[in-house]
């Protein structure tokens, strides 16, 4: 399934309506403010975390780390790309002629904390 959340101001609403009605054991958010409020939510309704749900978020920032239960991200490795786009605008500005647009791929990594598992 996936949920669309529009209104930031909303988004605990529809969370907690989503945990509430739905069977669901894992759920992916995209950043980790969305994963901190889904945990914090999931506590409430006394879900346990990571036995009863599984939250994975985005990125890979000090929330991630220092939330508890710690969550689970998948880093995109930002600095990278942003190395990798800087260095084709260089390219683009200094050539004499048309640079073709590319797609590179940059590998991404999932980091296993706490919310998707259980520590030792």
Do not use: W
Not at 60 to 89: M, Q
Not at 100 to 109: A, H, P, R
């Amino acid at each position: 399934m996936i949920f669309k959340i529009e209104n930031l101001k909303d988004a605990e609403d529809t969370i907690r309506s989503i945990l509430i009605k739905s069977e669901i054991d894992a759920i992916f958010v995209v950043d980790e403010l969305m994963a901190a409020k889904t945990i914090k939510i999931a506590r409430q309704l006394n879900i346990e975390i990571p036995e009863n749900l599984k939250v994975i978020g985005c990125g890979d920032g000090e929330l991630s780390r220092e939330f508890y239960p710690s969550i689970s991200s998948v880093d995109f490795h930002a600095e990278n790309i942003g190395k990798i786009a800087v260095t084709n605008l260089i390219n683009r500005i200094k050539s004499k002629s048309q640079i073709d647009f590319k797609s590179t791929v940059v590998e991404s990594s999932l980091i296993q904390r706490n919310s998707s598992f259980a520590s030792d």
